[in-house]
């Protein structure tokens, strides 16, 4: 239900068939702990998932603890880590995450693109804008 997400549908969509071509695994990760009722419930997230014909692991991260870990706060936040596990990129997918078709740098491409060429991406973080990820 965020419309961050919404907005950025069709760039989830671009950013998942980018990562599938340059070989990087991707899991979506619900960490909304404190919204998962409605529009929000697993049930619901899976048609979601299914209607966007995601083809990644779509996974629930109990009591936020990935989050927690990862030290994520929005929706959408994208982690990207390096063939050694290192983390490498976190942040935004674009530098325009409230208008995305006006976006003029694809974070998430120029971060995979430098992996794949066994670089450190530049920038190596960005603000991540999106809704906040609810907690208990």
Do not use: W
Not at 45 to 60: G, H, I, R, S, W
Not at 111 to 122: H, L
């Amino acid at each position: 239900t965020c419309p961050f997400v919404d907005k950025n549908e069709a760039t989830i969509l671009k950013t998942l068939e980018f990562a599938k071509t340059n070989e990087i695994g991707v899991a979506i990760i619900n960490s909304n702990e404190a919204k998962r009722e409605g529009d929000d419930s697993y049930d619901a997230m899976k048609k979601y998932a299914q209607a966007q014909e995601y083809t990644v692991a779509y996974l629930v991260d109990k009591d936020s603890k990935l989050a927690d870990a990862f030290g994520a706060n929005h929706t959408p936040e994208i982690f990207l880590f390096d063939n050694k596990s290192k983390l490498v990129y976190k942040g935004a997918m674009n530098d325009n995450p409230g208008n995305p078709q006006d976006a003029k740098e694809m974070y998430i491409f120029s971060a995979i693109d430098a992996v794949v060429a066994g670089k450190t991406p530049n920038p190596q973080s960005t603000k991540s804008i999106g809704c906040s990820i609810k907690r208990k």
